[in-house]
Structures are given as C-alpha cells and as structure tokens.
C-alpha cells in the first residue's frame, strides 16, 4: 500500500512539473500560423532588436525578448532580457512565476539578493563576468551601488516566457483594497497613499 503511494505521488510530481513547463515540441521547431515552412530562412531565427537599446537616465531598464517578441522562441523553454542599471538604481523585488533566471554582468558590478521559502536571505557581489542563478518562483532584486557608473548584464530564462510579478508594483498598484493592505503592513493611510502614488494612473 505504501508503494501505492509513492508511484500515486510521484506521478502527480511529474505530471505538475511537466505543466509548469513550456510545452513540449514534436517538430524541430515551431512554424508560425499562417508561416509556409518551406519559406523560412536563417533570419527567422535572428533577433536584431536588442542592438541600440538603452535605458532612460537615472533608470533601470530592460529589454525582453520572449516568444512574444521573437517567435522563433516558441517551444523552445529559453528567453533572455537585456537589462542595464543607470548608478544607484535597481530591478526592484520581483518573481518569475514560470523559470529560473541566470544573470550575466557584462560591464560593472552588481549587487544581488533573493529570498527562500524559509524568509532566508542569499545575496552577493557580482564583478564583471560573474554569473548568479535565481531559481524559479523565488523573490529576488539587483541593484548597481555605484554612483558613478552604469551596470549592464543579461539574464537567460528557462522559459520562453518566464513572466515578471513586480512585488511593488503588483501590491501597490493592482487595486487590491486599501483595508486589505493597511492590516497586511500595519501602516498609516497616509503612508499607503506615499507606497501607492508611483503606480497611480497619469492623466
């Protein structure tokens, strides 16, 4: 009975760990709807749209490339963002609710942090060329300390799209009742409208 059990939980584990996953391909790759197979060439799987980004001063900014952006990616469970941090700014607490990030600084140094189940803190140092991996789900941020010079890197997903939950701007600027959180942090009302105006709707 307890073998039972075992195989019972260990084919649920599966089947949840294959469904949290991009869908499997049964070809080489996937051919858009309406997109001749016989008509594609090499430049269906060049991206170019990443060459002059740069983000606004005294930013953070990124540039995503899901398969929403680039098509080719489709099925494929891979994705990346090019990401750079203008001196003392950051990619604020966020979540990728569908794949694991690997970071990559390309210039600069970076500081960086995620948080565990357990409420645990990991956080490190990065110099150029130093790679961290963020596991899937797990709250986690960067920052550039420097006041002087601009951070970039580029992080690879084990998603073609792994999804952003910005906790910020999720919580405070998602409508979740004012009541709801007032109790959650034990804050003033005035102090929620300070944590809520940078994600009030400009007019």
Do not use: W
Not at 60 to 75: D, P, Q, R, Y
Not at 181 to 199: D, H, Q
């Amino acid at each position: 009975m307890a073998t039972m059990k075992l195989v019972l939980v260990l084919m649920m584990t599966t089947v949840v760990a294959v469904c949290a996953r991009d869908p499997e391909l049964t070809t080489d790759f996937a051919v858009p709807v309406g997109m001749n197979a016989s008509m594609i060439t090499g430049d269906f799987f060049k991206f170019t749209g990443l060459r002059d980004f740069s983000a606004a001063p005294s930013t953070f900014g990124s540039k995503k490339v899901t398969h929403v952006e680039f098509s080719a990616l489709t099925g494929l469970g891979v994705g990346v963002t090019l990401l750079e941090y203008k001196p003392k700014t950051m990619n604020p607490p966020h979540t990728h609710p569908r794949g694991s990030e690997l970071i990559y600084v390309l210039a600069g140094h970076l500081d960086v942090g995620l948080i565990d189940s357990a409420n645990k803190l990991y956080s490190a140092h990065l110099h150029e060329g130093d790679l961290f991996v963020f596991p899937q789900g797990l709250v986690h941020f960067q920052i550039n300390m420097s006041k002087k010079k601009t951070v970039r890197a580029i992080s690879a997903f084990g998603s073609s799209n792994a999804g952003t939950i910005s906790l910020p701007r999720n919580i405070f600027g998602s409508g979740i009742e004012d009541e709801v959180l007032l109790k959650a942090f034990k804050i003033t009302s005035a102090e929620l409208m300070k944590l809520k105006a940078p994600f009030m709707p400009t007019m």
